[in-house]
T-cell receptor
Framework: SQQGEEDPQALSIQEGENATMNCSYK?????LQWYRQNSGRGLVHLIL?????REKHSGRLRVTLDTSKKSSSLLITASRAADTASYFC?????????????FGKGTKLSVIP | NAGVTQTPKFQVLKTGQSMTLQCAQD?????MSWYRQDPGMGLRLIHY???????DQGEVPNGYNVSRSTTEDFPLRLLSAAPSQTSVYFC??????????????FGPGTRLTVT
């Protein structure tokens, strides 16, 4: 099945630095979403970018989408210790029955105070 | 609003036992789904529902049943638990089809261990 793949699998940075995570996918999509999961908790929706958009901002988050390369990036600026979490991209593909979100395996971000 | 609630939070089953994981939402969402998350993995869709009385299979439906008799509730039944079903289970809901660009709201999860 189509699946987003995040890169890197794990990332450790100092507080105040920027964190960049990448996601690649395999087939044409309707939209791509990023979610955050704190340890032992459910997922929280962060941001959604549609296939006809190239960049989107929400607070300290910046998402880009390059459909020609089938990839997206999530940038968290001025990171905080509270940003420590796993981040997942999820895609919905273009086609019949596109009810399903397909998740990648996630990037585990550690922000060191 | 309580959002999406799941019970129980933790459960241990013996192989062959059956049980039902409960999920409820109070946001009047049409779309509900069940995912499982295994260590180091993303979420995989088990079953989903686009409204009361309508359910369909996701990526990994074997060994699970669902029903949707009301808008609020979407229980997941394990028919005969197997160790391979040891996982964390998440229920999610949204107003409509996430494919058109609506985010999902997730419950806190149920951690299931099958021995």
């Amino acid at each position: 099945s189509q699946q987003g793949e995040e890169d890197p699998q794990a990332l450790s940075i100092q507080e105040g630095e920027n964190a960049t995570m990448n996601c690649s996918y395999k087939t044409s999509i309707n939209n791509l979403q990023w979610y955050r999961q704190n340890s032992g908790r459910g997922l929280v929706h962060l941001i959604l970018i549609r296939s006809n958009e190239r960049e989107k901002h929400s607070g300290r988050l910046r998402v880009t989408l390059d459909t020609s390369k089938k990839s997206s990036s999530l940038l968290i600026t001025a990171s905080r210790a509270a940003d420590t979490a796993s981040y997942f991209c999820a895609t919905t593909y273009s086609g019949a029955g596109s009810y399903q979100l397909t998740f990648g395996k996630g990037t585990k971000l550690s922000v060191i105070p | 609003n309580a959002g999406v609630t799941q019970t129980p939070k933790f459960q241990v089953l013996k192989t062959g036992q059956s049980m039902t994981l409960q999920c409820a939402q109070d946001m009047n969402h049409e779309y509900m789904s069940w995912y499982r998350q295994d260590p180091g993995m993303g979420l995989r869709l088990i079953h989903y529902s686009v409204g009361a009385g309508i359910t369909d299979q996701g990526e990994v439906p074997n060994g699970y049943n669902v029903s949707r008799s009301t808008t609020e509730d979407f229980p997941l039944r394990l028919l005969s638990a197997a160790p391979s079903q040891t996982s964390v289970y998440f229920c999610a809901s949204s107003y409509s089809n996430p494919g058109v660009g609506l985010s999902q709201y997730f419950g806190p999860g149920t951690r299931l261990t099958v021995t």
